[in-house]
C-alpha cells in the first residue's frame, strides 16, 4: 500500500499560483496518481490523474518527478472558490476478491483568502 | 453525461432502527460502484464496492450491508443501526479498468445522525 503525505493544510490569496505537494515513496510500478478536491458537505470531485512528467488540464496541473515518489498539484490564480480540501491518492491493488481502490487520507485544506 | 443520484440528503434514525439509502447512476453502463463513509473532520472511508449485479465486495467489517439488485443501482442497509454509524455517505461510480477506476463521480452524499 502506497502511503501518501502531504501538509495539512495551505494558506494563500486570489490570484496566486497554489502548489500542493505530496509525497508517497513507496508508490509501485503501476499506480497512478489521483488527485480530488472536496468542498463542505459534497462528494470529493476528481481534478486530475497521471502517471509520470507532466499532465495539464483546464482546472490544474500535475508535475510527477522521474522517480515518482512525490508529485505537485498546480492551481494557477486561485480564486476564493478554490477553497477546498485537496486529496492526493496513489491507487493500489488490495481489494478484498481483487480489484483496485483508492485509498483517501485527510488531504490539504486550502485556504484562499482575499 | 452520466449523473449519479443519491436519497435521501438528510437523515436522523434512533439507535437499533434499520437503514437504506439508494444510490442510482444514469448515462453509463457496466459501472463499478462504491459506498464510502466520512466521518466528521475525517478522510473517506470505503465500505463496499461493486463490479457487477450481485457482485459485492466489503472492505470493513461491520453491521452495514450493501446489494446491487441491478447494474445501475447500489443500496446501502443496516438492519439496527449504532451511534456509530453517523457520517456522510457518499456512493460514487467508476468505469472498470485502470486508471479509469481511479476517477471516481460521487454523489451528493447522505447525512446520517443516529440518536
Known amino acids: 500500500l502506497a502511503k501518501t503525505t502531504q501538509p495539512i493544510s495551505m494558506d494563500s490569496y486570489e490570484g496566486q499560483e497554489v502548489n500542493i505537494t505530496c509525497s508517497h515513496n513507496?508508490?509501485?510500478?503501476?499506480?497512478?496518481i489521483t488527485w480530488y478536491q472536496q468542498f463542505p458537505s459534497q462528494g470529493p470531485r476528481f481534478i486530475i490523474q497521471g502517471y509520470k512528467t507532466k499532465v495539464t488540464n483546464e482546472v490544474a496541473s500535475l508535475f510527477i518527478p522521474a522517480d515518482r515518489k512525490s508529485s505537485t498539484l498546480s492551481l494557477p490564480r486561485v480564486s476564493l472558490s478554490d477553497t477546498a480540501v485537496y486529496y492526493c491518492l496513489v491507487g493500489d491493488e488490495g481489494l478484498t476478491g481483487g480489484g483496485n481502490k483508492l485509498t483517501f487520507g485527510t488531504g490539504t485544506q486550502l485556504k484562499v483568502e482575499l | 453525461s452520466q449523473t449519479i443520484h443519491q436519497w435521501p440528503a438528510t437523515l436522523v434514525q434512533p439507535v437499533g432502527s434499520p437503514l437504506s439509502l439508494e444510490c442510482t447512476v444514469e448515462?453509463?453502463?457496466?459501472?463499478?460502484l462504491y459506498w464510502y463513509r466520512q466521518a466528521a473532520g475525517r478522510g473517506l472511508q470505503l465500505l463496499f464496492y461493486?463490479?457487477?449485479?450481485?457482485?459485492i465486495s466489503s472492505e470493513v467489517p461491520q453491521n452495514l450491508s450493501a446489494s446491487r439488485p441491478q447494474d445501475r443501482q447500489f443500496i446501502l442497509s443496516s438492519k439496527k443501526l449504532l451511534l456509530s454509524d453517523s457520517g456522510f455517505y457518499l456512493c460514487?461510480?467508476?468505469?472498470?479498468?485502470?486508471?479509469?477506476?481511479?476517477?471516481?463521480?460521487f454523489g451528493p452524499g447522505t447525512r446520517l445522525t443516529v440518536t
Open positions: 461493486s463490479v457487477g449485479i450481485g457482485q
Open positions: 513507496n508508490i509501485a510500478t503501476n499506480d497512478y
Open positions: 460514487a461510480w467508476s468505469e472498470q479498468g485502470v486508471p479509469s477506476v481511479y476517477e471516481q463521480y
Open positions: 448515462g453509463t453502463s457496466n459501472p463499478n
